[in-house]
């Protein structure tokens, strides 16, 4: 199973990013795709879901400015990002999760400058 995430990079303050995850492994379809963040100190965050059923949830500091979506046909699963905040920087991990199987990517820095 991989979970590969790209897309994370530098960006001022009110910029956008998009990360994507390539998911290979497993029958995507059925998982529920998650998007985390870990800044530096702080404890891993649940940043934004999309079920297999396609419904998406998003953290209170999120909601508004990032959108996830997945596309079943690739394994592939979105996170745009807008109006990137400095509290937005960390590092950024898909992950997959259905039953009692849940499976991480390696996570891809986003930094957001003032």
């Known amino acids: 199973v991989q979970l590969q995430a790209s897309g994370g990079g530098l960006v001022q303050t009110g910029g956008s990013l998009r990360l994507s995850c390539a998911v290979s492994g497993i029958i995507f379809r059925v998982y529920d795709m998650n998007w985390y963040r870990q800044a530096p100190g702080k404890q891993r965050e649940l940043v934004a879901s999309?079920?297999?059923?396609?419904?998406?949830n998003y953290g209170d500091s999120v909601k508004g400015r990032f959108t996830a979506s997945r596309d079943n046909p690739k394994n592939m699963v979105y996170l745009q990002m807008n109006s990137l905040e400095p509290e937005d920087t960390g590092l950024y991990y898909c992950?997959?999760?259905?039953?009692?199987?849940?499976?991480w990517g390696q996570g891809t820095l986003v930094t957001v400058s003032s």
């Open positions: 992950n997959s999760r259905w039953r009692s199987r849940e499976y």
């Open positions: 999309v079920s297999s059923g396609n419904r998406t």
